[in-house]
């Protein structure tokens, strides 16, 4: 079974960065895409950026050019920076996992909550 353990969420003002970390566990890393999905009260989850076993990356439109997705095999970690953050970022983040095979996410961790004053 995988366990995907979120950190690194707070409360930041526009403009300021963070890095968010998820550590993956239970199967192979490598077997899996990454993403970082979040959701903001009153909205739909979105996938805000995914990342496969070779690290190619896919950023939704609303944070490329800001949030860049990186992940370590050795550490079996994947990590969302953040930069230029603004309000309208301001959600509960999730980090997702889906094995190759398959289109659609099935593990997902517990939240961390990101909130970005203005």
């Known amino acids: 079974q995988v366990e995907l353990v979120e950190s690194g969420g707070g409360l930041v003002q526009a403009g300021d960065s963070l890095r968010l970390s998820c550590v993956f566990s239970g199967r192979t890393f490598s077997l899996y895409v990454m993403g970082w999905f979040r959701q903001a009260p009153g909205k739909e989850r979105e996938l805000v950026a995914q990342i496969t076993s070779g690290s190619s990356t896919y950023e939704a439109d609303s944070v490329k050019g800001r949030f860049t997705l990186s992940r370590d095999h050795a550490k079996n970690t994947v990590y969302l920076q953040m930069n230029s953050l603004k309000p309208e970022d301001t959600a509960i983040y999730y980090c997702?996992?889906?094995?190759?095979?398959?289109?659609?996410?099935?593990?997902w961790g517990q939240g961390t909550q990101v909130t970005v004053s203005s």
């Open positions: 997702a996992a889906k094995d190759i095979r398959t289109s659609t996410y099935d593990y």
